[in-house]
């Protein structure tokens, strides 16, 4: 099975920046639909955005739409997450994950990484 570890996060002040990397191994990443989650103190987990395997379609929440971008480098197993003009509703342990479904369809999101903690100071 895939293990993804994730990396990046830390404390940065409202308006600062953060990218985010997660790290697969055990398979190759071009065979899975991508998607990167957060879960804030109190809240349940939500999705943020996605990519889709083959044809390489993205996916964002409104609340995060031309803020915070995804990407994905399937040579060296790596997906990131690119986030600018972080606010404090931001702060959330972010994870990603891999479905091996060709949508942005949260159940089929199956492997996860540990997480990484983001906290946007105001």
């Known amino acids: 099975e895939v293990q993804l570890v994730e990396s990046g996060g830390g404390l940065v002040q409202a308006g600062g920046s953060l990218r985010l990397s997660c790290v697969a191994s055990g398979a190759t990443f071009d065979d899975f639909t991508i998607g990167w989650f957060r879960q804030a103190p109190g809240k349940e987990r939500e999705a943020v955005s996605c990519i889709t395997k083959g044809d390489g379609i993205k996916y964002d929440v409104e609340s995060v739409a031309g803020r915070l971008t995804i990407s994905r480098d399937n040579a060296k197993n790596t997906v990131h997450l690119q986030m600018n003009r972080l606010r404090p509703e931001d702060t959330a342990v972010y994870y990603c994950?891999?479905?091996?479904?060709?949508?942005?369809?949260?159940?089929?999101?199956?492997?996860w990484g540990q997480g990484t903690q983001v906290t946007v100071s105001s």
């Open positions: 994950a891999t479905s091996g479904g060709s949508s942005c369809h949260e159940p089929d999101f199956d492997s």
